[in-house]
């Protein structure tokens, strides 16, 4: 079942408003940065409407080309074109009696915004090569990653359609915006997408929570979820680390880490999250000389012999267990300017 993830006073404002427009056959428009969820949201509104039982069709607008848009909307009949070999059915045709969604209505040429703005008014079209007029019986929901006003007040997008579009507005916050349901949608995703890896990750450690509620996420829920996709496959424990996440966010780590008179390098109880505990204790142990190790040559900056005469263990044994934890303790080493 598709539904909205989190708790924040954002998400909830949306929730409310998708529950409002749902049951009535209006059209609606999208508004939000890339990978905030907008086709998530129209999902949702074919899911609560009464046209649920009918087709969701997606239609990406800036892929449509000029010489296609009539028949790629309308559909064509057989011989209307040369190439034309059989009757197709064009998009409108293929949402009957469901949800037509138009996503990145503002990528569309005006040649295509034309086209729907006619469909739009008449509530009909004809497919390419015919007389006989059809009904369009489906419900429209289109999105924009724009500001669509500032489009029209660009001369970028037609005023008539922005009106015809825009009866019912639902903009989707950017997730820097939501910080708050950023642990939500992360143990969501973790609980979805680990059993995919063969992994079991049970939570974040407070390294990657403290770097997750300070970056900005330019890409919003997206670039979150790719980021946990990515951390899964590279992380070998069962609680995500830092250094299971991307070089860019690796970067913000705490800049004290590797500073010998800083608190930040003294390994403790609070640096582990309670998931811990409900690990076994060879688990437990391994998660703990995993974090030790990669702590102990971030002060060390690298230097292999001294991380041993501090670890108490030889050269040897320090190689031995760097490479079983799959530790590179090249990444620790300072760099110099040349």
């Given at each position: 079942m598709i539904r909205l993830?989190?708790?924040?006073?954002?998400?909830?404002?949306?929730?409310?408003?998708?529950?409002?427009v749902a049951p009535i056959?209006?059209?609606?428009?999208?508004?939000?940065?890339?990978?905030?969820?907008k086709d998530l949201v129209a999902r949702l509104i074919h899911e609560k409407s009464n046209r649920r039982k009918g087709p969701f069709v997606?239609?990406?607008?800036?892929?449509?080309?000029?010489?296609?848009?009539?028949s790629a909307l309308f559909g064509h009949e057989k011989g209307a074109f040369t190439g034309a070999t059989g009757r197709t059915k064009g998009f409108f045709e293929e949402a009957h009696g469901g949800t037509l969604f138009l996503d990145?209505?503002?990528?569309?040429?005006?040649?295509?915004?034309?086209?729907?703005l006619r469909v739009l008014q008449e509530e009909a079209f004809f497919k390419v090569g015919s007389t006989k007029q059809c009904r369009a019986n489906c419900r429209i929901i289109a999105a924009s990653n724009r500001n669509i006003k500032a489009e029209v007040n660009k001369g970028n997008f037609r005023e008539d359609l922005y009106f015809r579009l825009n009866i019912f507005e639902i903009k989707m916050p950017p997730l820097r915006?939501?910080?708050?349901?950023?642990?939500?949608?992360?143990?969501?995703?973790?609980?979805?997408?680990?059993?995919k890896y063969g992994k079991t990750i049970l939570g974040l450690s407070k390294g990657v929570k403290r770097i997750f509620k300070s970056y900005h996420w330019p890409g919003n829920v997206r670039e979150l979820f790719h980021v946990l996709e990515r951390a899964i496959i590279v992380e070998n424990g069962s609680v995500l680390s830092p250094l299971s996440l991307p070089k860019y966010l690796q970067d913000k780590m705490d800049p004290g880490l590797g500073n010998e008179n800083t608190n930040n390098n003294r390994i403790g109880p609070e640096e582990y999250d309670d998931t811990i505990y409900q690990l076994p204790i060879t688990e437990a142990k391994r998660i703990f000389e995993k974090r030790y190790l990669e702590r102990l040559l971030a002060?060390?900056?690298?230097?292999?012999?001294?991380?041993?005469?501090?670890?108490?263990?030889?050269?040897?044994?320090?190689?031995?267990?760097?490479e079983q934890l799959k530790i590179d303790p090249t990444r620790f080493r300072k760099k110099t300017n040349k």
């Open positions: 993830i989190g708790e924040s006073n954002e998400i909830k404002e949306v929730q409310t408003l998708i529950e409002k056959d209006v059209q609606v428009l999208i508004t939000g940065e890339t990978g905030t969820g997606p239609v990406n607008c800036g892929a449509i080309p000029d010489s296609l848009i009539e990145e209505i503002s990528e569309g040429s005006f040649a295509l915004q034309t086209a729907l915006d939501r910080a708050d349901d950023i642990f939500a949608l992360s143990e969501y995703f973790l609980k979805k997408t680990s059993k002060r060390t900056r690298g230097n292999i012999s001294f991380a041993a005469t501090i670890a108490g263990i030889r050269r040897q044994n320090l190689y031995r267990k760097l």
